[in-house]
């Protein structure tokens, strides 16, 4: 151990002194191992996100070459009111889902953690539907379960309620199934609090109990500080995220964001626009848009972030 | 014998200490109870999963009569038909899923070890700013580049091949993985790699011979998550896919439902559960190394 200390600080003094070579070694190393990630970022994400900057003030079909409309795509954003739809709709569902879902998953890692029996197995039981969430399998079961007939409207039956709603078909309920799916997969950020919490010293509880402190104050003054990072990285992780919703909705509305765009997630319109139209530069324009919006969310959450993240140094 | 030690234990301790071991029964109670309600939970959770797979042996009639998971007449019929619902028998979408996940996983393990190797030990000029900018895409929405990747691989005459959802990993573009093995590799100590160095190996033979070998469980997350992601992935394939011979799992199934509405929800489910199993399998076995790679990345 030593004597590798030794050569290490003799190997950086040599290194030092022909510097030049060594060190322009080294380099052209690096960039070689690098350089399949460099032409994926220049080929396959710089580049045609700046080609798309462009395409976003065209009209482009894919077959015809793309026309200069100059303002006209931002000015039918302004006048879009499915668009206008679409982002109150993704909005509703971030604004509801990410925190339901961040509670569940804290208020289960904090009760799965003290040392609890068992403690393995209900983490696997938890965390299988993240995996399994994002799936078109269960977006097919959800559009049965929270079908008219389906399994939910069964089981509220046997309960005695018969006037339940149609769910995925009554505009003023489809979005909340979709937001049931999202807090059903609260298993990936409880396995990261579950991480977090286990960083915590336990000897800050033990000085607090000797202070007498409450459970309620230990939580408040321990527990929610310390995991204040994790929480933080969770937020900005699950908003882009669901953000990003897509499967789900097209899934259960048959690709239509209905009944009534009740699902008409941003994506989702973008797909249509897209894909469905191949309006390629509205399409551009509205990809950017979300690019915005998601990187001014995430600015606004580091800038909040300065009030209540708490980083022992 | 040992519980009536205890036990004799027990009870002179409570004879000792009244209040203390009071506590300790309503420890226990209170522990009882936090199993209760957290198996109640893991029940409620997997029960959608559970009456699924049952249903996918019920008929359809009974699927919208039995909301119970017990199956007392199996019917494998529904497996039957949904493998041979569609233009193609479903085991094809099987195979095109593996070839995608396959090549995915593969492009993911090499241009992403490589790329970490690089962050992670050597110096070189604009490593900060590369570094930074690694990090900012592992957060781009992947909807952004969605429409000029699309315009890109159509005008390279790659639409309804397999090669824009392959390619494009073997550059790196999970930048998540780069981020995780890059925190792996910091964990390793460079002794390891400055005995490498004075056997005489340069910057490759110590990241082949010596990194990448220690790396495993990196790697192993890495192919596991690449291979749920890739399975799971809907809306690339589904931009990429439109000939029927070429369609993946998640684009037939979705297929499927377009093509028979809510009618035949037997087949249907059992397709489903048919799509389910592989990423089941891979949680199953895969367990250790996907809170592993959640918990030190919180990637999902």
């Known amino acids: 151990m030593t004597v590798i200390d030794e050569l290490r600080t003799l190997s950086e003094k040599t290194g030092r002194r022909d510097k030049s070579s060594a060190a322009a070694k080294e380099e052209r190393a690096a960039y070689l191992l690098l350089?399949?990630?460099?032409?994926?970022?220049?080929?396959?994400?710089?580049?045609?996100?700046?080609?798309?900057?462009?395409?976003?003030?065209?009209?482009?079909?894919?077959?015809?070459a793309p026309h200069w409309t100059g303002l006209h795509n931002i000015s039918r954003m302004l006048s879009d009111p499915r668009l206008h739809n679409s982002l109150r709709v993704t909005f509703e569902y971030v604004v509801v889902s990410v925190p339901i879902q961040l509670i569940v998953a804290l208020a289960l890692a904090m009760l799965l953690d003290k040392g609890l029996r068992g403690l393995p197995l209900y983490r696997s039981v938890y965390y299988l539907p993240s995996l399994l969430g994002g799936s078109v399998a269960v977006a097919v079961l959800w559009r049965q379960i929270f079908g008219d007939h389906g399994l939910v409207n069964q089981l509220l039956g046997h309960l005695g309620i018969e006037n339940a709603p149609a769910w995925v078909s009554d505009p003023s309920t489809a979005l909340g199934t979709l937001i049931v799916l999202n807090v059903w997969t609260f298993g990936a950020p409880m396995v990261i609090f579950l991480a977090g919490l286990r960083q915590i010293p336990a000897i800050y509880y033990e000085a607090a109990k000797v202070d007498g402190a409450s459970k309620w104050r230990q939580l408040r003054s321990i527990t929610l500080p310390l995991l204040s990072p994790i929480i933080f990285f969770n937020l900005v992780l699950q908003i882009i995220h669901a953000f990003q919703a897509f499967t789900q909705a097209f899934v259960v509305s048959s690709g239509t964001g209905g009944p009534s765009d009740s699902t008409m997630f941003y994506t989702l319109y973008l797909y249509q626009v897209g894909f469905n139209n191949f309006q390629m530069g509205y399409a551009a324009a509205m990809a950017w848009l979300l690019l915005l919006i998601v990187a001014a969310l995430t600015a606004l959450n580091f800038y909040a972030a300065r009030f209540w993240v708490f980083y022992d140094n | 014998m040992t519980i009536s030690s205890t036990r004799t234990a027990h009870t002179?301790?409570?004879?000792?200490?009244?209040?203390?071991?009071?506590?300790?029964?309503?420890?226990?109670?209170?522990?009882?109870g936090r199993h209760c309600a957290l198996i109640a939970l893991a029940i409620v959770m997997l029960y959608p999963l559970l009456w699924m797979l049952a249903s996918s042996f019920r008929s359809s009639d009974d699927i919208f009569r039995l909301s119970g998971i017990l199956v007392t007449h199996f019917k494998t019929g529904n497996y039957g038909k949904g493998w041979n619902g569609l233009k193609f028998p479903f085991g094809l979408y099987l195979i095109n899923s593996a070839i995608i996940a396959a090549g995915a996983i593969a492009g993911n393990?090499?241009?992403?070890?490589?790329?970490?190797?690089?962050?992670?030990?050597l110096r070189f000029r604009f490593k900060r700013t590369l570094f930074a900018i690694m990090l900012i895409t592992i957060?781009?929405?992947?909807?952004?580049?969605?429409?000029?990747?699309?315009?890109?691989?159509s005008r390279m005459g790659w639409l309804n091949t397999f090669l824009p959802l392959i390619v494009p990993k073997f550059l790196a573009t999970d930048a998540f993985f780069v981020f995780l093995m890059v925190q792996f590799i910091r964990g390793i100590p460079r002794e390891l790699d400055d005995a490498a160095r004075l056997d005489g190996c340069g910057y490759f033979r110590t990241f082949t011979r010596v990194i990448l070998p220690l790396m495993k469980p990196?790697?192993?997350?890495?192919?596991?998550?690449?291979?749920?992601?890739?399975?799971?992935?809907?809306?690339?394939?589904?931009?990429?896919?439109?000939?029927?011979?070429?369609?993946?799992?998640p684009v037939a199934l979705r297929?499927?439902?377009?093509?028979?509405?809510?009618?035949?929800?037997g087949p249907l489910f059992a397709m489903s559960v048919v799509a389910l199993l592989p990423v089941f399998a891979a949680f199953l076995f895969g367990q250790r190394f996907l809170t592993r790679g959640i918990s030190t990345t919180g990637i999902k």
């Not at chain 1, 350089?35 to 079909?61: C, K």
């Not at chain 2, 002179?12 to 009882?32: D, H, I, M, N, Y």
């Not at chain 2, 393990?109 to 030990?121: G, P, T, V």
Request: with cysteine.
């Open chain 2, 255 to 265: 297929s499927f439902v377009d093509a028979n509405g809510d009618t035949s929800w």
């Open chain 2, 218 to 249: 990196a790697l192993a997350t890495t192919a596991i998550f690449t291979f749920v992601w890739t399975w799971n992935d809907f809306f690339s394939q589904l931009i990429y896919l439109t000939a029927p011979n070429v369609y993946s799992v």
């Open chain 2, 12 to 32: 002179v301790s409570q004879r000792r200490e009244t209040p203390r071991s009071s506590t300790r029964r309503l420890k226990t109670a209170r522990g009882f």
């Open chain 1, 35 to 64: 350089l399949p990630w460099i032409i994926g970022l220049v080929g396959v994400t710089a580049g045609p996100m700046l080609v798309s900057l462009y395409i976003a003030f065209t009209d482009y079909n894919l077959i015809q």
């Open chain 2, 139 to 153: 957060m781009l929405p992947m909807h952004v580049v969605i429409v000029p990747q699309y315009i890109l691989f």
């Open chain 2, 109 to 121: 393990l090499i241009s992403c070890s490589m790329a970490a190797y690089a962050f992670a030990r």
